[in-house]
């Protein structure tokens, strides 16, 4: 029921869900204390509820349930030191505890748990080297390195987890044709491998676009087979948001603007419905930065400051004491957008701070000096 809620972006009604599980499995520990499936439930539970926290922007609250999830999980696998789906769930959480350590400017933290996740899963490989349900866990683990291998300045390290990634998941996806999650991740995937190549010196202006065409048709046939779904809807309209960015810079001006309107309308409706999930804020400022963008090379200047300040908007409360590169980088572009060199170049100084080096971010603020 978490997970329904969860999809549906009733957020609320998902955290009392799951703290109601959490209850329930700490009454089932307390009844059989040294039973170790209930040390389990209990990890699934804290796990949980930190992956909810980590999706609402509130690192600092998610990483002391993945913590607690990781110590329970971690007891349960030393007492079944064989179980796979244990294995496999701790691998999980070390992730998780990852991505908050990410977002609170621990980057080297981040990629040593990754590390630890990798460790994991391609030990399950090596015991279950055919079982789709492994190589996932493997295709998340490379997809998890990439991104911090792209916030610390490397787009080959990233673009080779991806490529392997890609192959990986295209095998799987062909065994189970059925199954529509993996196949919208093997959509993300690809999106992800086409906007490092089209950053790559040598690539054509817009030659990419008819690839993330494709990506686009894609997420938005499977879309329409659970539209209520914000998550694919969200993906979705990132990938017309990428679309829309390789039309314009391969010239087609109108095509581009087209994608990138419906993109913005999706995004601010899921936005509307759901103001406190950061990934969907994220994804609009994405879009709105660019359609600035766009609008400055046309000489629109005044719908170019308009959407930065709709985008400053979404960011200013959250910015004063935030070291999440993900909220960061957009912030140094919104306010160079702005003129407002003061606060974007506090934002830098923390960026440097943490290590952050996206090379598409240094490319841009490159341009600024």
């Not at 279950?128 to 998340?140: A, D, F, L, Q, T």
């Not at 196949?183 to 089209?198: C, F, H, K, W, Y």
């Not at 400053?312 to 140094?332: C, N, R």
Request: aromatic share 6%; hydrophobic share 40%; net charge neutral.
């Amino acid at each position: 029921m978490a997970q329904i809620h969860k999809d549906q972006n009733n957020w609320t009604a998902a955290e009392d869900d799951l703290r109601g599980y959490l209850k329930d499995a700490d009454l089932l520990h307390r009844y059989d204390p040294d039973n170790p499936e209930w040390w389990v439930e209990q990890s699934y539970a804290h796990n949980n509820l930190g992956a909810l926290a980590q999706t609402r922007g509130k690192p600092a609250q998610a990483a002391p349930s993945f913590v607690a999830s990781i110590a329970l999980k971690r007891r349960a696998l030393d007492r079944t030191p064989d179980s796979a789906d244990v294995a496999v769930e701790l691998a999980d959480s070390y992730s998780w505890l990852a991505s908050a350590r990410e977002s609170l400017g621990e980057l080297d933290e981040a990629r040593r748990l990754y590390e630890q996740e990798m460790h994991l899963v391609l030990r399950l490989r090596e015991r279950y080297p055919g079982e789709s349900m492994w190589i996932n866990r493997h295709v998340r683990a490379l997809q998890h390195r990439a991104l911090i291998s792209l916030a610390l300045g490397s787009d080959d390290d990233a673009l080779r987890d991806y490529d392997a990634a890609r192959q990986l998941f295209m095998g799987i996806v062909a065994q189970d044709p059925n199954n529509h999650i993996w196949q919208v991740d093997l959509a993300s995937v690809e999106q992800e491998r086409l906007r490092i190549l089209g950053r790559r010196a040598g690539t054509r202006p817009g030659a990419l676009a008819p690839q993330l065409a494709e990506v686009h048709r894609t997420l938005q046939a499977l879309l329409a087979l659970d539209p209520k779904n914000a998550s694919w809807a969200r993906r979705e309209a990132v990938a017309r948001t990428r679309l829309a960015g390789a039309l314009h810079s391969g010239g087609r001006t109108q095509a581009a603007a087209h994608e990138l309107d419906e993109a913005l309308a999706r995004l601010r409706r899921l936005h509307q419905d759901n103001p406190s999930d950061q990934s969907l804020r994220l994804a609009l400022i994405d879009a709105l930065l660019q359609s600035a963008s766009m609008q400055q090379q046309q000489g629109n200047l005044n719908i170019n400051t308009l959407s930065c300040r709709q985008a400053y908007g979404m960011i200013s409360a959250d910015i004063e004491l935030t070291k999440d590169y993900l909220v960061l980088d957009p912030w140094v572009r919104i306010n160079l957008c702005l003129q407002n060199h003061q606060l974007a170049e506090s934002a830098v100084k923390r960026l440097q701070q943490i290590g952050y080096r996206d090379p598409a971010y240094v490319r841009h603020l490159l341009t600024y000096r």
